[in-house]
């Protein structure tokens, strides 16, 4: 079970449940891949929304990857996901809110209320 406050997502790929997560070294490799100079640079990028299909293929590789899998892009680039783009587009997206902080989705549990 993935642990949200961890920056850990879930997501089915080709039928498998996988577990996410972009830790240091993920982050590292990102700023590598899109030619960022820091995590800010990095941040700012992702914010703007607009990302290719090879982006989120990056994105997706780099959190399995910290997650334990051993994926390269290319392998991710044949991968399927529920609901085709849009269903990669919300895995990108959940994982980025889950590791820069963000709007909660439907697989984060609630914050607790106060009286």
């Known amino acids: 079970m993935p642990n949200r406050r961890r920056g850990e997502i879930s997501a ?9 997560v ?3 070294g993920a982050l590292a490799e990102l700023e590598a891949a899109f030619g960022a100079d820091d995590l800010m640079a990095l941040a700012e990028r992702f914010g703007r929304g ?6 989120a293929a990056r994105i997706i ?26 269903g990669f587009a919300r895995i990108v997206a959940d994982l980025l809110a889950a590791t820069f902080g963000g709007e ?3 697989q984060s549990p609630p914050l607790p209320q106060r009286a």
Do not use: Y
Not at 50 to 55: E, I
């Open 61 to 86: 590789a780099a959190g399995l990857n910290g997650a334990g899998a051993d994926v390269r892009v290319e392998e991710v680039e044949r991968m399927r996901a529920d609901g085709g783009a849009a």
């Open 50 to 55: 607009r990302l290719s299909a090879r982006d």
């Open 22 to 24: 972009l830790t240091l």
């Open 12 to 20: 089915v790929l080709d039928g498998t449940p996988r577990v996410l």
């Open 104 to 106: 909660e989705t439907p």
